[in-house]
């Protein structure tokens, strides 16, 4: 049966790369038990706050040793467990604990935390647990990586990964093997892991285009004249209306509404007025509606020249107008009289 791996393994930094468990049985060539881990990454790794803990093969309940210091890019980290009478002592240890492991079937994992772990009953439980970094079963153990436990060690054999601890494919059956125990710490020779070079990249081509894309707006409007000029007039005399062409160019679907408003005369007022016909589709104001001119009004007070319901032609709609004075003009001082008739459309 396959089942998933504990958390951070296969792209873990840091994994268990040796576990023994008959040190000071009788004929084991060490004085305690120990498990090493091994950074397998190219980048130190701080393991302050970190825990190795241990469980027997079928239990959930696990023994913590706390670890500290830094793992260097390819070197190995010594962590002393209990022990006996028989056998040689090991290198200086990294970290000590009093876990006693058992010589044939176990659990140890490597987590990234100090909370005793509860998992472990079932294959691939320990793996929900995002902060186990590496686990690693033997023997009859009940959680494991991959399809199946290290085979059961002795007192004189040890689970032992693969390349000098390079190995790490998340299946504790083939990723760690039982041989004769070899402790090594962190003054062991570094062995980096060897790391495949990048593939050289496909040979490519780029051009670039330019895109454009003018966004009208929704309204605009243009008139036909800029200065409305009506020449030299008398009191009691009507000058001439003067044509003004408003186009309105519009693609607001619900149409629009063309008003127009002016500024008081100075340097004294003058009865400027307006008269207007609709292009197709349109619809002149009602003041406008009756035809001739009509006063027009000082803003903030506007005259609806008239509307529309729907978009305008492609060329706009053209509102032709006349401006001019009604009544006659009135007795006022001699000199130029200016004002601003100003032409607004609204969407609808």
Known sequence: ???????????GAVVVSQVF???GNAGAPYAADFVELFNRSSTPVDVDGWTLQYAPASATTW??????????????Y??????GAAGAALPAPDSTGASNLSATSGKVAL??????????????SCAANALVEDLVGYGTASDYEGSGPVAALTSTTAAIRGADGCTDADVNATDL???????RNSASPLHPCAVAPAPEPAPT????????????????????????AFGSTTAGATPAPVAERVTVLSNHPAGYTLTAHRSVFTPA?????IQASAPAGGALGTALSAGGLVALPIAPSALTIGTASSTSGREGDVWPTSVGFVPPFPSVAPGRYTATLTFTVIGR
């Not at 049966?1 to 792209?11: D, H």
């Not at 093997?177 to 402790?183: G, I, K, L």
């Not at 081509?205 to 200065?227: G, I, Q, Y």
């Open 205 to 228: 081509a780029s051009h670039s285009a330019t895109v454009e894309v003018d966004v009208e707006p929704v309204l605009s409007l243009a008139v036909e004249r800029s200065t409305l």
């Open 177 to 183: 093997s039982a041989s004769p125990p070899v402790a």
């Open 78 to 83: 010594l962590v002393q467990l209990a022990g």
């Open 21 to 23: 468990g008959g040190g």
């Open 269 to 273: 007022d003058l009865p400027l007025a």
């Open 1 to 11: 049966m396959l089942v998933s791996s504990a958390a951070g393994s296969g792209g």
């Open 63 to 76: 023994q913590t040793t706390p670890l500290a210091g830094t793992i260097q890019p390819g070197a190995n």
């Open 111 to 124: 987590v990234r935390d100090g909370t005793a772990l509860t998992c472990g009953g079932t294959p691939g």
